[in-house]
């Protein structure tokens, strides 16, 4: 597989992305939209992981706007984690949205990329990103993927969960048992509008979990669920992108 960081050019600069990619032709595409921490080398491993099944992989820095900001979790006092968390509030839907439209027009130019379906998976703060990437581009995602996702469903003008209406793909929405960044009405309230609109998904709340269970540098790190987490996944890419 080859690797290489490049920008991709948006209504508001250049936006560094990682691309993962085959030697013998283009593959259907995967974005992965990155979780509050930013781009870092566990992100990397899953880009290789993902491309490593047959698909070219990109991982766009979502924090472009504010510069190259990169955050070692394992090392933050209180002052880098608000400077995490005033990052993660400096994105929303629309912005990233138009980021999204901008990754779509590169990927109609670029060699590596096999026309046709998009793929997504999205962690923590991008579980939203998803379902808004999956309702706003219904004609090029066909499968999204999130992960203990936040603000998927919200009181706002913009939530997410409202664009069930203009979906054409297929969700897998995968949920820690224990998730303080989730409130109680989330599940119901989603499962609801994906079922009022006859969405194709696939939910899970997975036992024994908290938030961050998928990610390997984390204490929250459940190995047995993050492995059926990836195997459901990539069925569905399989399924709906190949």
């Known amino acids: ?17 990682l691309v993962v990619s085959h030697d013998d ?6 974005v992965i939209y990155m979780d509050a921490p930013g781009i870092r080398e566990e992100l990397f491993g ?21 510069g190259r900001l990169r955050f070692d979790m394992a090392k ?21 949205m138009s980021d999204t439209d901008d990754i779509l027009t590169w990927m109609q130019q670029d060699p590596r990329i096999k026309q ?3 793929g997504c998976i999205g962690y923590c703060m991008s579980g939203q990103y998803v379902v808004s990437a999956a309702g706003t581009y219904p004609d090029h995602f066909a499968a999204s993927a999130s992960l203990y996702g936040v603000g998927i469903v919200t009181d706002a003008p913009d939530t997410p969960h409202k664009l069930a209406s203009a979906m054409k793909g297929e969700l897998y929405l995968g949920f820690a048992e224990t998730d303080e960044w989730v409130p ?12 009022a609109h006859s969405v194709s998904y696939t939910l899970d709340i997975w036992p024994g979990t908290g938030h961050g269970f998928c990610f390997p540098e984390r204490e929250a790190y459940v190995k ?4 059926q987490v990836w195997g459901k ?8 992108l190949c």
């Open 184 to 195: 109680d009405n989330v599940i119901p309230d989603l499962r609801s509008e994906l079922d």
């Open 233 to 240: 996944v990539f069925e569905m890419y399989k399924r709906k």
């Open 224 to 227: 047995g669920a993050a492995e």
């Open 1 to 17: 597989m080859n690797e290489e960081i490049l920008s991709i050019k948006t209504g508001d600069g250049d936006m560094e992305t």
């Open 25 to 30: 032709g283009a593959r259907p595409p995967v």
């Open 46 to 66: 899953f880009a290789r992981r993902i491309a490593a099944e047959g698909y070219t992989v990109l991982l766009p820095d979502m924090y472009y706007r504010l």
């Open 116 to 118: 046709g379906p998009v």
């Open 76 to 96: 933050a006092d209180d002052a880098v984690r608000e400077e995490m968390f005033s990052a993660m509030r400096s994105l929303n839907n629309a912005l990233v």
